[in-house]
Every structure is written in structure tokens, then in C-alpha cells.
């Protein structure tokens, strides 16, 4: 708690309203949020008391401002008491801490909440989930668990038995909190939610529950929550009061946190998908957001077109119906500004509230106004005419069919913030109890229905031959996503026949199948289908209307480089269902000189940080060899036996990886000669970390250390001193304006603001010509190449969207895996590009081409304008001698939220990077 002494001998000035130039403004796509008030709002806003200010909710409205009872010895605690004040106060954030102390209270005193364990976040921090409902509901947890999953699983499961299950079970209706941390109101919002519903006896509450089990998730980001909250308390007071913390609000990820819900990277997005779609199979999930489009107070469904088409038409419509239920609560407690079907749209999959439409659930978004906890007033006079974007954009002054009751502006506070999280979730879960046997009964029918739709066949399955695939370590992976999913995968006990792309063929034991009838179809085929996304302009004749969260095609199997074959026609094998996919179990043999390693195998790569690091001797070879069959091409590691590379260690090394090593009888002796196969060293790494929280260097750093590179954080100081220590230096996707300058100059605390500056850019051209790699992503490549000087000119730069736009979409690219760089790439394969760049190289004498955009059929999955004119056949990597180092610029992000694995190689070679030419 802060100190009230302190609060209150803040200067009004620091305690009210921020000045519009160090007020944070959020832009999501077209729209800015919370933009901050001018000067003559800031003097009328000092001349008001806080108790004296008008809200934009009244304070009988909402149980949520009512003041706290008076404590009760051995009574239920309301959140006040334990916190020492009431959620929503200006200026005050619970921790987490104190959100972990209150929680625990209250289930220890109240009989109608439990609390479990779930799972641990990187910083060990724990995660939790809280059932709310009756107390007899309580003790048949195991019981509604089960009614739950029977049903959204529907095998064995004919309609008479559904109608009998739905009578007889609960609806179970999902509620988080914090996954953003940043947008601060829902995390505070929990505790009164919680409380309310363990011991308000009104009749909606009671029919509450009576008919449902809440699962509450108290802070779905731990880790992020402590770095905001922090960041907060010590600047409370300050010009940066306002500002957001200078790292990422995650150990990696930060804001992408809600970007991981199909391939499930972090700890925390894989114990969530484990309650979701393994144990609990809630038919309702609502997850709270806080960035509305401004002057709005809350976004709620109905959603924006356009809709994916794997969504089931009953989760639109229940999606729908929800919102307008909980519009329709807000309106009759006059709270003003709720808008919808504005800017959040239906289409991609990967967001904690998208992934469940295609798991057959009601997925809910709520965004509320006003991420602070620190007041602001907004002059009437002040508001936009107009807000949203494209064919979106509508009046912020006139009532309008999905902005009935504008808001009119004064004052925004934490509190009314949470009275909107508080009033939406009780909307979810009022219509949740309403329409209890609906819900069931429906997850029901609409698994029914995929399962039946896959029976048919177009597709029957998708089948996975580990033996065929050129990485079978992405290929594991890939089956395993699907798992984490909680998409069915079967493993084929003996050979079958079944029709595939190049017509019927043989598919041996240990094959992997996954059936299209299941339940959970329209996640399987959204994963592994080919995406088209719409061509929606933002007016007729005008720009493209840019698709939410950029993304407009994510097609796993062409990202993970596997081989997925679709199978139309139904086919009978011997199958057994798997719960995890295991690594395959290669045979190891000792050899007399040693082992190699395939290129084509990303694990290969994890392999050799490992014995580099147990001190081996492990060599390069740039030169094809036909001898060693398939691991004969450049590229492949050599592993010299003795040292570090035991017999012993090498067996369990390959095993754990499911890698088959070849024997080598003797050394490469004529290689080694024509300095065809050269020694590795373990690489001296250093990844450029700025103060900006980028969440790409986050997701780097992840990569990186998931494959046991070692790497050191490189701040800005750190680049304009002594870089001798390095081999590489990385810089991930950030614009070269702002790897240079950073935050401007008193926008953040001293030690928080700057970039490398011109004297960076000098110290790493030096260090370049030294012998040092340079390796840049994206939009760090405008920089590498204005840095360095290089012969490459961007090819898309200047584009108008009108003439150019790619929103996250995967482009067929052609690499030429004789180069160091792209050792172990595919001649084709897929790269993702979000408004990325191509280049072309002006002086061929400096600089090589790697990766090439493909001249003609470029797009893969998603959605492609100008293409063909602007991009095809442009350089997609290109690598530049530098002096006695060189460059690697690749005009996308190879390690995008960690999903496109088949082009990991890319930078692994770089980083590995011997004998580049």
C-alpha cells in the first residue's frame, strides 16, 4: 500500500493529471488510446479534490464501489481488508503478493471457493486457479469436470445421453485476469469478484452459484504483474508516473503473452491450455482486456468481420448474444461508452479469447478504458468527433446502433475501470447460469458435428511419416503443438494404406495420424490449412483494412518445414491414441574416429551446444559428401570422439533427442586439407536488449536459450564500448530510428532514455571489420545496413499500403543451402512476413545473396497485394563481408513468436558461423 502521508503531499499537478507529453498513448492498429488531456483540462483538473470528482459510473450502479463492510472476526475478508484499501483507489495497485495473501484467505474462509495450483511461471512464481460456486456444487467438482468433458469431447455420446448430461451438469464459465499487465484494472477487479460471489445472497447471485462453476484466474501473468506494479510504486509521484516499464512484462514475451495460444511456448499459456482443453472444457471463456478505442469505456462482442471460416456458426452467434447480454447489463446500470464490432475481428487464431471459438467455446473479449491508476480528466470539449478506422469508424458524439450511449467525456479513474470488468463478468456468468443447459448441450452438438463432418472425409486425416521428413525433431513438435491444443493424436500399430497428395501409398508402423473427426476439428485444420484471408478495404476503391493484430495466415506445418499429408478419402489403421509424442529412437553405434550430425535437424544444433560446452571436438563440413548418405550434405557436423564426446555421452545426448548420428571411421582428412571442414568454437553471443521492451529480443533470447546458446544482454553502453568479447552480436526486428535515438530525452527516468547512438554505430563497424557477425532481423537490418554501410538498398521502403501490403502471411522463399548460412535449409520452404523487407543487392562483388523472395506463386497462406511487382525474386537474406567480419541481414523474422521453426537455421548458422565465406 502507498503510503498515505506520501500520496497525499504529492503536488496536485503529479497526483491528477499527467501532462499530455509523458501521458502513455497505446496504438493498436488505427486507433490511439487514452491520448491525454491539454493544458486547460490539466488547470480545471488541479482545482478538483478527488472525493468532489463526477464518475463516470455512479457509485449505487455496482456492487463494485460500494464501501467495504465493516470486518467480522472469522467472517469472510473483503479484499479491502487485507489490502489496507478498496480495488480501484486512485493511485493504489494490489501486488502480488497481495493478491496471492487475499486469495488464500478467502478460500480458507469461505466453503464456496477453493483454490489449486496449476502450474509456475520462468521466476517461479505460482499459478492459480480459483473455483467459485454453491458449496454442495464444491464437493462434486470431479463430477460437473467430468459432465463437461464428456460433452465437448462427444464420442460415445448420442443425443439422448447429451440432453440427460446437459440437464444434470454445470456451466462452466472461465474468467481471467492480467494477462496484459499493463491494462492494471482486471487484476484488481478479481478480489471484489470474487468476494461478491462467495457471499452475496441476492437471488442472481444465488442462481449463480447454484448453476455455475467459475473458474477464476487471479493473475494469468505473474511475472509481468510485479514488473508493472514495481515500475509503478517507484515512479509513483514522478514526470514518469504514467510511463511503461523499460523491459519486457514477461521474462520474454511481454505483450505477446496473448500470442501464444496455438503453440504454446511459455509456461504460462501451456498450464492454461492443460485446464482449457484437457481437464475442464469450459463452454464460456472470457478474457479481460484493457485498451478500448478511445473516448470508448468498454469494447464488448459482438466482434468485427471478417469471421474465420473454421468457427463454428453457433460459437458466432453465442459470442454474440453474450456481448449484447453484457451490453445490455451496462446500459441498465448507465454506465455510458460501450462500444462493439469495431477493430477486434474473428479471424485469427492464437489469442487467449480466439483459440477457444475453434475448440467450440464462446470466446469474450472485454476492453476496458483508462490502464492506470492514476486519474485523468478528459474535456468534453476535447473528444474526436469520430474514432475507429477504415469501415470501421463512427461517431464519438451521436448514438450509433453499436455505440448507443456515447460517453461525454470528465474524469477517468481506476475505479470506474473496474466497475466495467466487474459488471461485464457478472454478465457472462448472469447469462451463463440463464442458459445453463444450453451452453452444454450446444459444445455437445458442435463437436457432434465436427466429428461427423470429418467422418466424411475432405479431409478424413492428416497423417505425419516421421521417417520422411527432413527435420523429424519439428516434425515431433508440430504433433505436439497439436496436443497442447488438446487435438486428438493417434499412432498408426501397424503399416496402413491411405490416399495422400501423390496418390495412395504405404504408411509404416509409427506413423502419426490425426483424425478430422473430432471435436476439436476446426483447430486441427485452422493449424494446418492453407489460409485466404479476405480482401477487405478500409472504403470501396480505397487501402487495404489491415487485419487485427497484423497476422492474416499462420499455416504450421509450412512454418515448422513439415511434411503434413491431407488425406480426402477414408482409410482404415491399426491406431493407438498418444498423450505426448516422444522423440524417435534412432540406433547409436560407436565408431572409430567419430559421428556426424545432419545440417538438416535443428536439434543438431542444440546437440553441439552441448558438447562444446562438455568441451568436444566438433568440426563443420562445408563440402558435400556422398559417403554419408542423406547426412552428406554441407553442413554437417562432426563430432571427433574422446574428450567431451564420449561414446557414452553421445549415446545419450542423440537418444535424448531422437538424433541418428553417423559412424565415422576415420578423420576428414582431405576436407580438413582444403579447409572444407574447419573446428568450431563455442560463439561468444550478445543479444542487443534496448529500453524500449521489445518483445522480438524477448522471443529471441527465448529461442536462443531453449537451444542452449550462450548469450549476454547488450544495453546501449554496451554497444559503444569494448566489443572485442563477442563473435556475434544480434539485433532483433526494431526500427533503425529507434536502435539509435530510443526514448527521447526526459520521456523516461535518467538510465532509461537514448540509443546507441552514432558513437554505437562507429564501435560496431569497428568491431565488424575486427572479424566480428553482425546478424539483424527485420527492421534491424535499415539499420545494419545504414551502419555498415552495406550494398543492399530495402526494396520496400516507401510503399504505400495501397501499392504493397503483406499482413503476416507466409511467402514461398527459395534458399541455397550451399551457403554457411542457409546450411540444412530446404531449395523452398516458407518465411513469415508482417510488412517486412526485401532487398536488392547493388554491388554483387560485396555482398552474397542467401534467400530469395520466389519469382512467381509467392504467397503461401494469408494475404498478398503488390506482391508479384515489388517483392518476387528480391533477396530475402543476404550476407556482406564487412572488413575481416561480416554481416547477415534477413528481411523477416526467422524466429517469429517462436512459431516458424523451419527457419531457425538461418540465424543458428550465423551464430555458429564457421568458415563463412
Avoid: C
Avoid at 485446464?275 to 475442464?280: A, K, S, V
Avoid at 492464437?350 to 464462446?362: D, E, I, K, L, S
Avoid at 523477416?892 to 551464430?911: C, D, E, M, S, V
Amino acid at each position: 500500500m502507498i503510503d498515505p502521508n506520501l500520496r497525499s503531499a504529492l503536488p496536485a499537478t503529479l497526483r491528477l493529471n499527467r501532462v499530455a507529453s509523458l501521458l502513455p498513448i497505446l496504438v493498436f492498429g488505427a486507433f490511439a488510446l487514452a491520448p491525454g488531456a491539454g493544458s486547460a483540462q490539466q488547470a480545471g483538473a488541479d482545482q478538483v479534490r478527488p472525493q468532489d470528482r463526477q464518475s463516470a459510473v455512479p457509485r449505487s450502479a455496482t456492487p463494485a464501489l460500494a464501501p467495504a463492510p465493516e470486518p467480522v472476526p472469522g467472517g469472510v475478508p473483503h479484499p479491502a481488508h487485507v489490502f489496507g484499501f478498496h480495488p480501484g483507489d486512485d493511485y493504489e495497485l494490489a501486488d502480488l503478493a497481495q493478491l496471492e495473501d487475499y486469495y488464500g484467505q478467502l478460500a480458507a474462509a469461505s466453503p464456496r471457493v477453493q483454490r489449486i495450483e496449476i502450474g509456475r511461471t520462468f521466476r517461479d512464481n505460482p499459478i492459480h486457479l480459483v473455483f467459485i460456486s454453491s458449496e454442495e456444487n464444491l464437493g462434486q467438482l470431479d463430477r460437473w469436470r467430468d459432465i463437461a468433458r464428456r460433452l465437448a469431447r462427444a464420442h460415445d455420446v448420442d443425443e439422448a445421453e447429451a440432453r440427460r448430461l446437459a440437464e444434470e451438469g454445470k456451466a462452466i464459465v472461465w474468467i481471467d485476469n492480467g494477462l496484459h499487465s499493463t491494462e492494471v484494472a482486471h487484476a484488481q477487479h478479481g478480489p471484489l469478484l470474487a468476494w461478491y460471489l462467495a457471499t452475496d445472497e441476492s437471488a442472481e447471485t444465488r442462481r449463480i452459484r447454484d448453476d455455475v462453476i467459475l473458474l477464476l484466474v487471479p493473475q494469468m501473468n505473474p511475472d509481468g504483474h510485479e514488473v508493472v506494479v514495481n515500475w509503478y510504486r517507484e515512479n509513483l509521484g514522478t514526470d514518469w508516473e504514467t510511463t511503461g516499464p523499460p523491459e519486457v512484462y514477461h521474462e520474454y514475451v511481454g505483450h505477446d503473452i496473448n500470442r501464444d495460444w496455438f503453440m504454446f511456448r511459455q509456461a504460462e499459456s501451456r498450464a492454461i491450455a492443460e485446464q482449457l482443453y484437457e481437464t475442464w472444457y469450459p463452454q464460456i471463456v472470457f478474457n479481460h482486456h484493457q485498451t478500448a478505442p478511445f473516448p470508448a469505456r468498454i469494447f464488448i462482442p459482438p466482434f468485427a468481420d471478417p469471421v474465420n471460416p473454421h468457427i463454428p456458426p453457433l460459437v458466432v452467434r453465442g459470442v454474440n448474444m453474450v456481448g449484447e447480454h453484457m451490453a445490455k447489463r451496462l446500459e441498465e446500470r448507465q454506465m455510458p461508452g460501450v462500444v462493439s464490432r469495431m477493430s477486434f475481428t474473428m479471424w485469427w487464431n492464437g489469442g487467449m479469447r480466439t483459440a477457444p471459438y475453434f475448440h467450440n467455446m464462446v470466446g469474450l473479449l472485454s476492453e476496458v478504458g483508462h490502464a492506470s491508476a492514476t486519474p485523468q480528466y478528459h474535456d468534453p470539449e476535447g473528444l474526436p468527433e469520430a474514432f475507429g478506422s477504415g469501415s470501421h469508424r463512427i461517431s464519438a458524439q451521436e448514438p450509433s446502433v453499436y455505440y448507443a450511449n456515447p460517453w461525454e467525456g470528465g474524469w477517468a479513474t481506476l475505479a470506474d475501470a473496474v466497475a466495467y470488468h466487474f459488471e461485464s463478468s457478472m454478465g457472462a456468468l448472469d447469462i451463463g447460469s440463464r442458459l445453463r443447459e444450453d451452453w452444454l448441450f450446444n459444445i455437445w452438438r458442435m463437436g457432434k458435428w465436427q466429428i461427423e463432418a470429418g467422418q466424411e472425409g475432405g479431409p478424413f486425416a492428416y497423417v505425419v511419416d516421421l521417417g520422411s521428413q527432413r527435420d523429424a525433431g519439428e516434425a515431433v513438435e508440430l504433433l505436439n503443438v497439436l496436443r497442447r491444443g488438446g487435438v486428438e493424436v493417434h499412432r498408426a500399430t501397424a503399416p496402413f494404406r491411405a490416399e495422400g497428395p501423390q496418390g495412395a501409398r504405404e504408411y509404416p508402423e509409427g506413423t502419426y495420424i490425426a483424425y478430422a473427426g473430432q471435436a476439436f476439428r476446426a483447430h486441427l485444420m485452422d493449424l494446418l490449412e492453407r489460409h485466404e484471408h479476405p480482401n477487405r478495404e478500409q472504403y470501396p476503391g480505397g487501402p487495404p483494412e489491415p487485419p487485427y493484430g497484423g497476422l492474416s495466415g499462420w499455416t504450421i506445418s509450412m512454418a515448422m518445414g513439415v511434411d503434413v499429408h491431407r488425406v480426402e478419402a477414408p482409410f482404415e489403421a491399426r491406431a493407438e491414441a498418444v498423450d505426448v509424442v516422444p522423440v524417435p529412437s534412432p540406433r547409436f553405434a560407436d565408431a572409430e574416429w567419430g559421428w556426424a550430425l545432419p545440417a538438416t535437424r535443428n536439434d543438431s544444433r542444440l546437440a553441439v551446444n552441448r558438447l562444446l560446452a562438455a568441451g568436444a571436438a566438433v568440426h563443420r563440413n562445408h563440402a558435400a559428401t556422398p559417403e554419408l548418405g542423406d547426412l552428406g550434405a554441407p553442413g554437417a557436423f562432426l563430432v571427433e570422439k574422446g574428450g567431451g564426446a564420449t561414446p557414452e555421452f553421445m549415446r545419450s545426448l542423440t537418444e535424448s533427442l531422437g538424433l541418428a548420428p553417423a559412424g565415422l571411421g576415420s578423420a576428414p582428412s582431405e576436407g580438413i586439407a582444403a579447409g572444407e571442414v574447419e573446428r568450431l568454437r563455442a560463439p561468444r553471443v550478445g543479444l542487443y536488449m534496448p529500453w524500449t521492451a521489445n518483445m522480438d529480443e524477448g522471443w529471441t533470447r527465448y529461442v536462443l536459450r531453449e537451444f542452449e546458446f550462450q548469450v549476454d544482454t547488450l544495453r546501449n553502453a554496451d554497444i559503444r564500448g569494448d566489443l572485442s568479447g563477442y563473435d556475434v552480436i544480434l539485433f532483433t526486428d526494431q526500427g533503425a530510428g529507434s536502435i539509435v535515438s530510443g526514448h527521447a530525452e526526459g520521456s523516461r527516468p535518467p538510465g532509461f532514455t537514448g540509443g546507441v547512438g552514432n558513437e554505437g554505430m562507429a564501435s560496431l563497424r569497428s568491431w565488424v571489420e575486427a572479424g566480428g557477425t553482425l546478424v539483424a532481423f527485420d527492421g534491424a537490418s535499415d539499420f545494419a545496413i545504414q551502419a555498415l554501410n552495406l550494398p543492399v538498398r530495402n526494396v520496400t521502403a516507401g510503399l504505400s499500403n495501397s501499392d504493397f501490403f503483406i499482413p503476416g502471411s507466409l511467402l514461398r522463399t527459395e534458399f541455397d543451402a550451399s551457403h554457411p548460412v542457409a546450411f540444412g535449409m530446404p531449395d523452398e520452404g516458407a518465411a513469415f512476413f508482417q510488412g517486412s523487407r526485401g532487398f536488392e543487392v547493388t554491388d554483387t562483388g560485396r555482398a552474397n545473396v542467401v534467400a530469395s523472395y520466389a519469382s512467381s506463386d509467392l504467397l503461401m497462406s494469408g494475404w498478398e497485394l503488390g506482391g508479384d511487382a515489388h517483392l518476387a525474386g528480391r533477396a530475402a537474406v543476404v550476407h556482406a563481408p564487412v572488413g575481416s567480419g561480416s554481416a547477415v541481414i534477413i528481411g523477416f523474422r526467422p524466429q517469429f513468436r517462436a512459431q516458424p521453426t523451419g527457419t531457425y537455421k538461418l540465424f543458428f548458422n550465423a551464430i555458429h558461423g564457421a568458415g563463412v565465406p
